[in-house]
């Protein structure tokens, strides 16, 4: 399941799940829209994982939570808590940071 924010309200989403990774993205980002599509394959292959998209310029208080300075940023919330965040336009980078949030 991909959940695309509409409100800034990525902390509401990850209370109410144990384990998210976010997609921290912005419209004019290239390297974004490229790493999209991967991002939402990965949640098709791990249904434990809520995973969010998140437009990094719309939501300042989302984009606190993992201390957003670069995109694409990928972050991994387990336990209501920021566990790791990467800013990466690699495939396997992305798929080593779902591993470990998968991997509790």
Same mark, same amino acid.
Request: with cysteine.
């Given at each position: 399941?991909?959940?695309e ?15 998210v ?11 974004c829209?490229i790493?999209k =599509?991967?991002?939402? &394959?990965? #949640?098709?292959?791990n249904?434990?994982? /809520? +995973? ?7 939501? =300042?208080?989302?984009? &606190?939570? #993992? ?5 694409? /940023? +990928? ?11 990467v800013?990466?336009n690699?495939?396997?980078v992305?798929k080593e940071?779902?591993s ?5």
């Amino acid at each position: 399941m991909v959940i695309e924010l509409e409100n800034d309200n990525l902390q509401e989403i990850i209370d109410q799940n144990e384990n998210v990774m976010v997609q921290y993205s912005a419209t004019w980002c290239g390297n974004c829209r490229i790493m999209k =599509p991967k991002f939402k &394959k990965e #949640a098709t292959a791990n249904e434990n994982v /809520t +995973f969010v998209i998140a437009d990094a310029e719309k939501f =300042p208080e989302s984009r &606190k939570l #993992a201390n957003v300075d670069n995109l694409p /940023t +990928f972050a991994a919330f387990s336990g209501g808590a920021l566990k790791k965040q990467v800013q990466t336009n690699k495939y396997e980078v992305l798929k080593e940071l779902i591993s470990e949030v998968t991997s509790n």
